[in-house]
């Protein structure tokens, strides 16, 4: 049976819910580039508040494209809980995404953070489920320290940040605060986001604005190395594009990794903050 839970979702918070659409949908091929099926349950549930969907023009590289960030994402807290089973992992706006039963919820020893604005994770609550054993929600703004004094208390383990479709919408100056103070309060810890080019920055708010979402994206990065210039200790690790990716889907796109300002429209960015102590 359909049920609604009328979320009033607003701006950027609105976005989730197209993240979600569109692994539930994803979910549902035969070749899916990645399964989660907690997104086909939501979008059954919450079937009258997807109806926005339908007003969203998105073509097929506009759908392929966030999936295949979204499982980039995936691996790469996949390969830090590999090297670093008993690590901390930070989700910075995790917004609907089932992240930690995608890829943690088998791991023992692992502590899981979930962060986002606090009627997102009320939200999560209610959609998804409550906290539990090794799997935690802070409800706050990432700009808020008090959060990270509360996970302050675990640093003497590895760290990992993450923070998918999040940090274009912040300034530049809100950006580099808090990639400092991780950096301050958290040495040695990984950091990985996802940032877009000032081309695709001009381009995706034109979008944004035809879809009437209310909301556009405000940084842009053109080169990971910038971050390294932003204070000491600051290292780009490695780095990952959709034009990197071999999935057939992308086949009659590939003229686009010899066209340096589309290629790099979206990039993965993977950072060490500063060197751990001892």
Known sequence: MSETTNPTLSGVSQTLLITVYLRAMETQRPDALIKDEKAVELVTRMSRDFDFMKQIPMKEVNKVVPLLRNRQFDRYAQDFLTRHPDGVVVHIGCGLDSRFERVAERNSQVEWYDLDLPHVIELRRKLIGDERERYHFLACSVFEEAWMEAVSALRQRFFLFMAEGVFPYFEETQVKWLVLALRDRFPGAELVFDAISPFELWVGNIRLAI?????????????????????????????????????????????????????????????QLGKAAG
């Open 211 to 271: 879809s009437k979402l209310g909301v556009r994206a405000r940084w842009g990065l053109r080169r990971g190395q910038e971050l390294e210039g932003w204070g000491h200790g600051i290292r780009l690790l490695d780095e990952w594009g959709f034009c990197d990716d071999p999935t057939p889907r992308l086949d009659s796109l590939r003229w686009i990794s010899r066209i340096p300002l589309l290629a790099r429209a979206l990039r993965v960015y993977h950072f």
